[in-house]
């Protein structure tokens, strides 16, 4: 049984910093190319940012320069380190899980307010 389990999410103030966390089990998982994708209420779910099998990284432009996309291939788990946070960020924000199948988490909320 494959699992996406997200956490780390909460509320934060402008210009503050998360980090999520996205532990996978039941897949290979350093075969896998990882996603994090976000989605507001009333918008489409977007990419945020994605790191392949190999490390390689992709950023959407407005999260380039703030947000860090790593993975940990020993401890089966994704991150996103997301700093200097807007009001703009806010979403549930979404584990991937790409390779001959895709996979996603639950979720996990992140609120930038004041």
């Known amino acids: 049984q494959v699992q996406l389990v997200e956490s780390g999410g909460g509320l934060v103030q402008p210009g503050g910093s998360l980090r999520l966390s996205c532990a996978a089990s039941g897949i290979l998982f350093s075969t896998y190319a990882m996603g994090w994708y976000r989605q507001a209420p009333g918008k489409a779910r977007e990419l945020v940012a994605r790191?392949?099998?190999?490390?390689?990284?992709n950023y959407s432009d407005s999260v380039k320069g703030r947000f860090t996309i790593s993975r940990d291939n020993t401890k089966n788990t994704v991150y996103l380190q997301m700093n200097s946070l807007k009001p703009e960020d806010t979403a549930v924000y979404y584990c991937n899980a790409n390779n001959d199948f895709v996979y996603w988490g639950q979720g996990t909320q992140v609120t930038v307010s004041s």
């Open positions: 790191i392949t099998s190999r490390g390689y990284t």
